[in-house]
DNA sequence: GTGGATGATTGAAA
DNA sequence: TTTCAATCATCCAC
């Protein structure tokens, strides 16, 4: 069946023939009476509902996070809370990340308000043209208030409940960036080969006791533009290679062991220097004074530096550059 | 893609 | 609390 000019012609004249008959306000007051009657009953189901617990939660998280709500001075709460979780890190591009962050946290909100508003405004329209049509029906059928109103509510609920879809997306997007910033902070950096270089020289400076005092490990931390926990994850790994690999280290030793006499004699300073001597028999350059190339046989055998107070008096026939441990780890 | 190197983490021990 | 030892996770040269 198609509707053509002439079908919408009649179904006006219809109408407006209906609106002049004589009966149709008597017929009209009883349609209003049934009306009002059924609408209490509607009316009594459609109690006001208490505010959604979950969408309260969403308002509250995006809030949090900085995507709802007035803007933080260009961060977010989570950026800040995320940054000051770092500990002080003193990652060169920690601030690289977090201004990365900000910005795809920007591009999240900005998403999220531009979406709502669309949705604001097709709610917006689309009451206004329900609102409209029932205006419109109201001249051929009973409308009350009431009814207007819940057909309102019912509107704004639907848009509501797509608002709140909304939201769960942007709180899912917000958490995925948040977990993919904090496991890149959590990435590992390999330090810079100067700072590297720094840390291997008071290693091998100070072999038989390469245990840096808490100062030691402040200036150290100081000239490699690491943490002193960096420092001190740095010594910890490096006793423990060096002892189970004691081969595998020795060109490295004796490069450094060179490297360290020659600055000697030239009566510079270039090597890392501890602030405060070992306390150990293990002084400063302790086993490279004459230029002296480093040997392996300053560890105990039992692979302890804590029992090595001599190093040159101890000897190890079972350990030694031979002897070959493979760590583990990998 | 693989394997070694290396920084970080974790739990036990001192 | 610090260190050790094992392990994880990532980087990087090949």
Not at 64 to 70: L, R, S
Not at 89 to 113: C, T, W
Not at 204 to 229: D, F, R
Not at 269 to 282: E, K, L, N
Request: aromatic letters at 6%; charged letters at 25%; hydrophobic letters at 30%.
């Amino acid at each position: 069946m198609t509707i053509t000019d002439q079908s919408l012609d009649e179904a006006q004249a219809k109408k407006h023939a209906l609106n002049c008959h004589r009966m149709k306000p008597a017929l009209f007051s009883v349609l209003c009476e049934i009306k009002e009657k059924t609408g209490l009953s509607i009316r009594s189901s459609q109690e006001e509902e208490p505010v959604d617990p979950q969408l309260m939660r969403l308002d509250n998280m995006l809030l949090a996070e900085g995507v709802a709500g007035p803007e933080k001075g260009g961060g977010s709460a989570a950026a800040a809370a995320a940054a000051a979780a770092s500990g002080g890190g003193v990652s060169p591009d920690n601030s690289i990340e977090h201004s990365d962050y900000r910005s795809k946290l920007a591009q999240i909100r900005h998403i999220y308000h531009s979406e709502l508003e669309k949705y604001e405004q097709a709610c917006n329209e689309f009451t206004t043209h329900v609102m409209n049509l029932l205006r419109e029906q109201s001249r051929t059928r009973p409308v009350a208030p009431k009814e207007m109103e819940r057909m309102v509510s019912i509107i704004h609920r639907k848009f509501s409940a797509i608002q709140m879809q909304l939201k769960q997306s942007t709180c899912e997007a917000v958490m995925i960036l948040r977990s993919r910033f904090l496991d890149a902070r959590r990435k590992r950096r390999n330090f810079s080969k100067q700072a590297t270089e720094v840390l291997n020289e008071y290693f091998y400076s100070h072999l038989s006791n390469p245990y840096p005092s808490e100062e030691a490990k402040e200036e150290l931390a100081k000239k490699c533009g690491i943490t002193v926990s960096q420092v001190s994850n740095w010594f910890g790994n490096k006793r423990i290679r060096y002892k189970k690999n004691i081969g595998k280290f020795q060109e490295e030793a004796n490069i450094y062991a060179v490297k360290t006499a020659v600055s000697v004699a030239q009566g510079g300073h270039s090597r890392t220097s501890s602030p405060t001597p070992p306390s150990s028999a293990g002084s400063y350059g302790d086993n490279l004074g004459g230029g002296q190339i480093y040997s392996p046989r300053e560890m105990r055998a039992n692979g302890g530096w804590q029992e090595a107070v001599t190093p040159s008096s101890v000897t190890s026939p079972t350990e030694g550059p031979g002897s070959v441990h493979s760590d583990t780890s990998n």
